[in-house]
């Protein structure tokens, strides 16, 4: 299954939700799974990002529903990447030449 990473940006409003119901983080997870997703793995994080999710989806649109719909609370922003895995990386390339 394609892995991705997102890395999330909360905003005012966004703080002000987490600060108040900390457990609002998990209940987002619970709803990204909802959509077909499978959350691998989260952090929170000191710097220009405040989260990183390691994410499983069956396939690119399914997660760039997720994204959009995460999106469109206007709570946050995010910036979703997909993740190759490096063995299967090496092998594309001596495959290709």
Known sequence: MPTYVMLSTIGPDGWATIREKPDRIKAVKAEVESQGLTVVAQYALMGQYDFLNVIEAPDEETMA????????RGTMRT????????????EALEASG
């Not at 529903?65 to 469109?72: G, S």
């Not at 910036?79 to 090496?90: E, K, N, R, S, Y």
């Open 65 to 72: 529903r997720a994204a959009v719909d995460l999106a469109a």
């Open 79 to 90: 910036t979703t990447l997909q993740a190759i895995p490096v063995d299967a990386f090496v």
